[in-house]
């Protein structure tokens, strides 16, 4: 990549002493100097959740530009490059317009203190809000009351995928206090879909929904989704789909392509979108395979996947999904953040696995040291050493058993490294 954004993006990390500071003050202040690009998008659908933000909204893009529509997409973090947050028009933004977008931001703020995620949503709003087309797919950094991204007053549609336990020390300690951090992006008037919750998550967000007048869409409900006989069931008040599962694997996918179908179907989408939101959906580093490239080169036989959950709701999704695929003896290769519940994590993996190796996440200054993964691991009853890096653990697992499963996982840092490193 240039040399250009690259700069830019650096730069714009020393602009507030914090990486997070959740207010929308600064948020207001420099959309002001930007002439608000946030009141000139096209109309825009706004998703919340802690699990299943990005496949969800991948799915809706697949459907929405099955049947012709021109799509923006914002989502966060990237995992191999910034690009990867600022799709335009369907297209990933390209280095010049990027560059020169975070210039004119870093001009418009004026030298103000302001967050990194702050300082580049108001890029992509300031692209979006340029370029024709005829939705805005928006993605929560994180929670969504005081999320960047909760400046647009009147949105087409919100979606608040699976609530639960991550990021306490921004969202609150209880599933109610973190369900009411997501339920900050309803809108007065503003239809929500609700995917799959715990009760105490969905009395928060459905109370919300009716002080705004909100029409509640939700799971179990006003939709139903299942999966019978290798294929996806959907279920609305206007009729039955039978579609293909979906092409992301895992079972948690149901689910997220349940919330995609409710949106696309409550704005009118016909049958051939809904099913091209299920089949043609890309999102990497969710159980994605990877086939080619020097890591996947490097021990040829092995059957080797990639995956960023990392906190236990998303620890439970990677178990299900392992416990769904033909028997092969299964490791794991796994490096985790210092934020995040380690233990909670492991817990549902242990049964699925017979070693993990743990690293640590290179040039990532979170990183859980290696030793206390590999020791998080050893107590959910997983057998468990360390490793100086992914191809070295790769390297040791595949001369073991040249045939074996292995799974990188832990953290979706840890996976943009692999991503860039396997080309």
């Known amino acids: 990549m240039a040399a250009g954004s690259d700069a830019v993006l650096e730069r714009m990390m020393t602009l507030h002493p914090k990486i997070i500071d959740l207010t929308l003050d600064r948020m207001h202040r420099l959309l002001a100097a930007l002439d608000h690009p946030e009141r000139r998008l096209p109309p825009v659908i706004h998703i919340a959740g802690t699990n299943g933000k990005g496949s969800t909204q991948a799915m809706i893009r697949a459907g929405l530009e099955a049947g012709g529509a021109k799509v923006h997409a914002y989502t966060s973090p990237h995992l191999a490059r910034f690009h990867e947050r600022i799709r335009l028009a369907g297209e990933l933004i390209s280095e010049p317009a990027l560059t020169a977008l975070l210039d004119e931001c870093v001009a418009a703020n004026g030298g103000e203190s302001i967050t990194f995620f702050e300082i580049t949503t108001a890029a992509a709003f300031l692209a979006f809000a340029r370029t024709p087309a005829d939705w805005t797919l928006l993605e929560v950094g994180l929670g969504g009351r005081l999320d960047a991204t909760n400046v647009v007053d009147q949105p087409r549609l919100t979606i608040i995928t699976p609530v639960s336990i991550d990021h306490q020390q921004y969202l609150g300690e209880t599933l109610p206090e973190i369900a009411g951090e997501k339920a900050g992006i309803l809108k007065r008037g503003v239809p929500v879909i609700i995917g799959p919750q715990a009760p105490e998550g969905l009395e928060v967000i459905e109370a919300r929904a009716a002080r705004l007048g909100a029409p509640v869409l ?12 290798g294929r996806m069931v959907f279920q609305d008040e206007n009729g039955l789909l039978d579609l293909p599962l979906p092409n992301l694997p895992g079972p948690h996918q149901i689910q997220n392509a349940g919330a995609a179908l409710a949106a696309l179907r409550h704005l009118g989408a016909d049958e051939a979108a809904c099913e091209a939101a299920v089949t043609r959906a890309f999102w990497p580093a969710r159980m994605q395979r990877l086939r080619t490239g020097p890591l996947a080169e490097s021990a040829p036989q092995v059957e080797l996947w990639l995956d960023g959950g990392h906190n236990p709701a998303g620890g439970e999704a990677v178990a299900a999904t392992l416990a769904r695929m033909p028997a092969r003896e299964t490791h794991l290769i796994c490096g985790m953040l210092n934020t995040k519940d380690v233990a909670g994590y492991m817990r549902p993996l242990a049964a699925h696995a ?30 468990a050493d360390t490793a100086a890096s992914v191809a070295a653990a790769l390297s040791d697992i595949a001369a073991g058993n040249p045939q074996a499963r292995v799974l990188i996982c832990g953290s979706l840092y840890l996976a943009g490294q692999v991503l860039r490193e396997n080309g």
Do not use: M, S, Y
């Open 218 to 229: 939700a799971f179990g409900q006003h939709w139903h989704c299942f999966e019978d006989r």
């Open 354 to 383: 017979v070693h993990l190796h743990a690293v640590e996440i290179p040039g990532e200054k979170n990183t859980l040291p290696a030793e206390v993964t590999r020791d998080a691991a050893r107590a959910a009853g997983l057998p």
